[in-house]
């Protein structure tokens, strides 16, 4: 049914059903001096895209809650609409409800709801010794293109546009997370609060350890290109790349990478460890440490 | 599955899914001043649950989006959350995920999923000539207990505590919603904006107009006894008594009753007239006017 009711409401054929939630507050999770409206209507519908994707579920319908206030352009609220409405149109997502109200600051809440097959969904907590840890695509590209607009550090007319794209227009991995998912892979997680962070959430939910081979990490170019020293430790910690993390065993990486419409990387392998315990290996196989410079300086801005 | 994966997942056999989220702001919603955690907590949750109890359905798995100023007392957050626990048992509803954020302002959003059975759904959009207007227990407490904090008028510890929790603590209908659907009702309504505001709405979707009979309005005796010539007004334009507006035919509403299991009271009826357009009459079948002074004094805060 259309908008218009106390609640939105559809038919569902599927048994499994999806829901996640998210809420952006303006100064804390974004600015307007840096975001545009459209940008920020992309990136806050793609983040919870992107948790639909982890689980290897289809995206259906969203419920856009937004706080306002009262001295806001009509002209930025159909921005911020068109934004999301992009990414809609890209996934086959249905925007039917949700509601507008007054607020000091922009707040902006969404839920996305979706629905997935019995025995195709992937958790945080499935994770097993002996499997390989993969990404999808490059890394780093979100935490560069946020330095960017924080410091106003100025690169070349191409790399800043695909700097900044890459933090306030990620794409989420819904198609990939799907594919993972029929292809039996059964762990994986979203790289929403950075690498490092992300598979410690998913080693600790399964209860194992992880090594992770710094070398084989996927750097986004254009991050060597710009930040070079600083590209690693940016990949590692710097957050929002919205890629998936995932582990399989060596036969099922090869089948899933035949049909992935994106690149994909074995960085790591999971181990029988302190659950949460994660050792970086360098080229050499000598055991790396995290600088703690880089780490909290790209801290993720959010918990 | 438990808290701590990308969504929330469960499986589901009904075909009819239903979804509805708010947002509450501080300072526009609610004040910290009078209201404590655990109102707002159950209040929030209470919102939502009416929403899917004006569609008849069944609510099922709740997402809590918090935005919280970093000096929130952790005490704060678990009264919050005990609010929202104590309605969750009532209703058999699970918060299955949600996140937490920095805000310089409380913003609690919540979505509410839940199911419904085919045929079995009310909606704002079929009410039909002829039909008898109805509304479920009795009206304007909620107004007045707002009032009451706002004004910081004294009243006896019962009437004081009674009109407090009518604001703070309201009963959503959720059971009633149910056995309406089940009964054959088709259209329905929750009273957050007020009782004419909402039958406007409802009115608009379904094309017809409504009479009113002002002197059969259910006003809550307190309200009577603690405000007089307003008590009315409150009934008409309080908002936020989250009771439940139908329209049924009188052999629907007659079957309606035996099972309710609380009062019904037919207030007016629905009339083919221009969408919308609501005429009150008083006692004697003379036409009233809605008192602009009340309608705009006691205006619901939210749209």
């Known amino acids: ?16 059903q999806l829901a996640t939630s998210d809420a952006l507050i303006q100064d804390v999770h974004f600015t307007l001096n840096t975001t545009t409206w459209r940008e920020l209507g992309w990136k806050a519908l793609a983040a919870n895209l992107s948790d639909i994707a982890a689980m290897g579920g289809l995206p259906q319908y969203a419920l856009v809650s937004l706080g306002l206030p009262g001295d806001t352009e009509v002209e930025s609220i159909t921005e911020l609409y068109q934004g999301m409405v992009e990414l809609t149109h890209l996934f086959d997502v249905a925007i039917v409800g949700g509601d507008v109200v007054a607020a000091p600051i922009v707040v902006l809440s969404l839920a996305l709801v979706g629905t997935a097959q019995t025995g195709h969904i992937m958790t945080r907590s499935a994770a097993a010794p002996g499997e390989r840890i993969v990404v999808t695509g490059f890394l780093g590209a979100s935490g ?58 998913l080693c600790k939910a399964s209860g194992v350890g992880a090594r992770l081979f710094v070398d084989q990490i996927p750097v986004h170019p ?17 957050g929002e790349d919205y890629e998936l993390l995932f582990t399989a065993s060596t036969e099922v990486i090869s089948q899933v ?11 790591g392998e999971i181990v029988e460890e302190e659950p949460g315990r994660m050792r970086l290996f360098d080229k050499h196989g000598n055991e790396a440490t995290l600088e703690k410079k880089g780490w909290e300086h790209f801290a993720p801005r959010k918990r």
Chains 1, 2 share one sequence.
């Open 222 to 238: 254009l991050v060597y290109h710009s930040f070079g020293d600083d590209a690693t430790n940016l990949a590692l910690s710097g």
């Open 144 to 201: 560069a293109g946020l330095v960017m607009l924080q410091s106003g550090l100025e690169f070349d007319k191409e790399t800043a546009t695909s700097l900044r794209e890459a933090h306030l227009k990620p794409n989420p991995r819904v198609v990939e997370g799907q594919t993972l998912a029929r292809h039996g892979v059964r762990a994986a997680i979203d790289l929403s609060d950075g690498l490092v962070s992300d598979l410690v959430q």
């Open 257 to 267: 990478r035949e049909s992935m419409p994106c690149p994909i990387t074995v960085i």
């Open 1 to 16: 049914m259309g908008i218009g009711d106390d609640a939105a409401c559809w038919h569902s054929d599927a048994s499994i």
